[in-house]
């Protein structure tokens, strides 16, 4: 059964960076368009970024384009987001998703037929 587990969060300042793990169990990272929603405190939950188990293709959210880069290590079957210039508003539960691996599935954006449990981040002074 398809596993999702994130690591990474925590508190840091207004400026500061974070990487974010998404460590896949139960399948292979390249059956799936997999990535990063994200919602805080009173919004809807927001997709963050993406990779297309097609093409490898990324998708970013306007809101973090050119801060975060997301990336994946097939041998180690671990999804990442690099984030950077982080923003009071970036603070969030942030969860790793994945969709199935029908054809349908092929490209951005992330759906999120699978979930782990979330981790917060908190950008702060």
């Known amino acids: 059964q398809l596993q999702l587990v994130e690591s990474g969060g925590g508190l840091v300042q207004p400026g500061g960076s974070l990487r974010l793990s998404c460590a896949v169990s139960?399948?292979?990272?390249?059956?799936?368009?997999i990535g990063w929603f994200r919602q805080a405190p009173g919004k809807e939950r927001e997709g963050v970024s993406c990779?297309?188990?097609?093409?490898?293709?990324?998708y970013y959210a306007d809101s973090v384009k050119g801060r975060f880069t997301i990336s994946k290590d097939n041998a180690k079957n671990t999804v990442y987001l690099q984030m950077n210039s982080l923003k009071p508003e970036d603070t969030a539960v942030y969860y790793c998703?994945?969709?199935?691996?029908?054809?349908?599935?092929?490209?951005?954006?992330?759906?999120?037929?699978?979930w782990g449990q979330g981790t917060q981040v908190t950008v702060s002074s």
């Open positions: 139960g399948t292979t990272l390249n059956s799936h368009t």
């Open positions: 990779i297309s188990k097609r093409d490898g293709g990324k």
């Open positions: 998703a994945a969709d199935s691996p029908s054809w349908l599935n092929n490209y951005c954006p992330l759906k999120g037929d699978y």
